[in-house]
């Protein structure tokens, strides 16, 4: 069976008076020939708006493995100079192109008899109605449409004898607030005519808006003002009242004539470069004519459209699965089909219009599947999450039986762009997908904000882990070189002796006493031998338990509370905390939780504690106190531990959470801090140091981030 076609459409907008009409005319075209419509909607390159500018990344997602030929439509590039159309279409210079609306050379160009149609709508006025003061108001300056419709305004005046008076004739852009401003500065200022036409549509439905509005807000009397004509015969020229008269284009011929070219030029076939549809003037009430043109078909089904307000995606939560759950409700509920959410592999981009124009732009190559709707229902993504981000969605979920319509829209959020969504469109409502795109980009920013902070947070977590422990074993081999070289000495030491033994067994000279003094020596390095070997163990029993600590996965939560009872019960159980008077004090709620784990806090706090005790002098045996103070600020935990023993010696001081250091001689190995230092970095994500306050003594602080518990009233 011979493969199906797919077609992409290249089109500013699928929600306006006029492309609304012209889209559901391509559709059916598109459903006549039996192929796959793939509609990329950007917005028109180069206009004003940022908001604008940002949608066009769509148009290089376009790709010849993803469709076999593509219709661009004029209006995307209303705003470009031909040079930089140029280089836009450089882009699709491998796909078989058909443009709607401009010649594009070497390609086949379908156009409508723009200055015929006006012609005749210009002529009613002159000379049916007898009307010679007539505003115009064109479209875009590199619009060839807009352009042939000006000129047919100026052939028919100068077939007339009418003088061009340059005050009455404006630019305008085919959009409709455009044409609400214009005629809102014609009214104000007074400006007498006898007709305005405008070059499109929606221009002419916004002048006549703006008629209606002003004169409510001024009490003018615009009853003489209502003579707008426009030109394209959408849907809501033919609602409106009075009703609008304007120019029809065969929206209808044109659609299928474009796809049937495009077929043809994707076959190999030789097409037409030109070919064009003629225009034909409607004659409606708002030239002063009375007659009433009927709704056809698309007219009807276009009526039916679902209401903006129908789209309610807006949670109170940044929970991505909650976020899935509400949009699938929503979805059932407007009766979507098929719709598939994706963002960049490679995460958030910048973007503007003017990437599109170099040859070198290329959107993300890999995009991740967030979300599926297939049939109807929500389905599991794990297994094809991955896929190429010019295949729109991964190759399992692209259907191979039946033919399918997809649009293709844009997620972003202010400067950044995250992701697109692929909707299958399957019947002739046509839905607000903008207010859809634009609720799913808002909550979507939020939940991967949060995501991405988490993923840093866990990353920052691990390289401050790996620091530690790197920190924690570059200064454990800078402290065991001494040993090891101790121990490499004692080693040649008992070599030589052994061989001086060796050596005087032969001796007659040598004596019972020499025997006797090779023994002592050999027992005086045996037992520094044993010295540095009990060292060592201290030290690798110490790494040992912190590398455990630093590697653990554990994450428990706990309050002030517990922590206070742990290390209670450390004083009544320990020898050396047994004496101490432990000042307490603690400002902080059970509401407020340390995630991490106890029982290594307990440890760093005992051996602040134990350091505490023996700065103490002898002499000072009975008031060994501590304080110990506990406060919540500003999302922190912060513990501060002060003894009024021995100041820390200065020798110390630089190094005591960078090396191991001791101040006890051969009965400390200098880890303790060491070890409290790397642990409170990696497992709490806090901070540790110490201060000197006036007098005697040294205060140790312990900060540790923590989040507030909610109250049961949401407060």
């Known amino acids: 069976m011979e493969k199906r076609k797919t077609i992409g459409l290249v089109i500013n907008c699928l929600e306006g008076n006029y492309l609304t009409y012209f889209w559901l005319m391509l559709k059916k075209a598109a459903e006549k020939f039996g192929c796959n419509l793939i509609v990329y909607e950007g917005r028109v390159l180069n206009y004003y708006s940022d908001y604008t500018r940002k949608q066009t990344i769509v148009y290089g997602f376009i790709d010849k493995k993803r469709v076999d030929g593509l219709i661009i439509t004029s209006a995307v590039t209303d705003h470009v100079s031909d040079e930089n159309i140029n280089k836009f279409l450089r882009r699709f210079k491998d796909i078989p ?65 009418i003088d061009v008076d340059e005050d009455i004739v404006f630019e305008g852009d085919f959009n409709s607030h455009t044409g ?11 400006i007498e005519y006898d007709a305005a ?23 003018i009397d615009v009853s003489k003002k209502n003579t707008i004509c426009g030109f394209d015969n959408t849907t809501k020229a033919k609602l409106t009242t009075p009703s609008l008269t304007t120019v029809s284009q065969p929206f209808e011929d044109i659609c299928q004539g474009a796809v049937k070219a495009l077929l043809e030029k994707i076959d190999g076939k030789k097409t037409e470069d030109i070919i064009k549809y003629p225009a034909v003037l409607v004659k409606r009430q708002s030239c002063g004519c009375k007659k009433q043109s009927l709704l056809d078909e698309i007219s009807n089904k276009s009526l039916r459209l679902i209401p903006q307000s129908i789209f309610n995606i807006g949670v109170q939560t940044y929970n991505l699965n909650d976020i899935c759950k509400k949009i699938t409700k929503e979805f059932k509920r407007i009766g979507l089909k098929n719709c598939f959410i994706s963002t960049y592999y490679e995460g958030t981009i910048m973007y503007n219009d003017t990437l599109l124009l170099k040859e070198s732009f290329e959107v993300p190559k890999k995009s991740v599947l967030l979300y599926a709707y297939c049939n109807g229902e929500r389905v599991n993504v794990e297994e094809e999450k991955l896929f190429d981000t010019k295949n729109l969605i991964p190759e399992s979920f692209i259907p191979k039986d039946r033919r399918f319509n997809y649009l293709i829209k844009p997620l972003y959020f202010g400067e950044d762009n995250f992701g697109f969504m692929c909707i299958e469109l399957v019947s002739d409502d046509v839905l607000h997908f903008e207010l859809l795109r634009i609720q799913i980009s808002n909550v979507l920013n939020g939940a991967l904000l949060l995501m991405e902070k988490d993923r840093i947070k866990r990353v920052l977590v691990e390289s401050e882990r790996l620091a530690s422990l790197g920190h924690l074993v570059g200064g454990i081999s800078h402290n065991l070189m001494s040993p090891i070289m101790s121990i490499s000495g004692v080693s040649s030491a008992m070599e030589s002796l052994a061989d001086e033994y060796e050596n005087s067994l032969e001796d007659s000279e040598v004596t019972k006493e020499d025997y006797i003094e090779i023994l002592d020596e050999m027992k005086t390095w045996n037992s520094r031998l044993k ?17 455990e600590e630093l590697n653990s996965n554990t994450k428990n939560e706990f309050t002030v509370d517990e922590l206070m009872k742990k290390i209670k019960f450390n004083l009544n159980n320990n020898i050396k905390l047994s004496k101490c008077k432990l000042n307490v004090k603690t400002e902080v709620t059970d509401k407020i939780k340390i995630s991490g784990d106890i029982t290594s806090l307990v440890k760093i706090i005992n051996n602040i504690l134990v350091n505490g005790v023996e700065s103490y002098s002898k002499e000072d045996e009975k ?10 600020k500003e999302e922190f935990i912060t513990i501060k531990i002060r003894n009024y023993g021995d100041k820390i010696l200065s020798s110390v001081k630089d190094k005591i959470f960078k090396h191991m250091v001791t101040s006890k001689g051969k009965n400390g190995t200098g880890l303790s801090l060491l070890l409290s230092h790397s642990t409170i970095k990696a497992r709490f994500g806090g901070e540790i140091w110490f201060e000197e306050p006036e007098g005697k003594g040294v205060t140790f602080y312990i900060s540790i981030p923590v989040k507030r518990q909610r109250e049961n009233n949401g407060e």
Do not use: W
């Open 531 to 547: 010295e540095y070997k009990n060292y060592m163990e201290k030290v690798i029993l110490s790494i040992n338990a912190q590398a």
């Open 623 to 632: 008031a060994y106190i501590i304080d110990f103070y506990v406060c919540y």
């Open 197 to 219: 036409v405008f070059s499109n549509d929606d221009m002419a439905l916004g002048a006549i808006k703006a008629i209606e509005d002003l004169s409510k807000e001024y009490n």
């Open 180 to 190: 609400y401003e214009i005629m809102k500065k014609v009214i104000l200022k007074g």
């Open 97 to 161: 192109l058909v443009s709607i609306g401009r010649i594009i050379p070497k390609t086949t160009s379908v156009l409508v008899d723009n200055k015929t149609g006006m012609k005749s709508l210009i002529k009613h006025l002159v000379k049916d109605h007898e009307y010679r003061k007539i505003i115009f108001v064109t479209g875009p300056k590199n619009n060839c449409e807009a352009v042939e419709r000006y000129e047919a305004y100026l052939e028919v005046l100068e077939e007339n004898n």
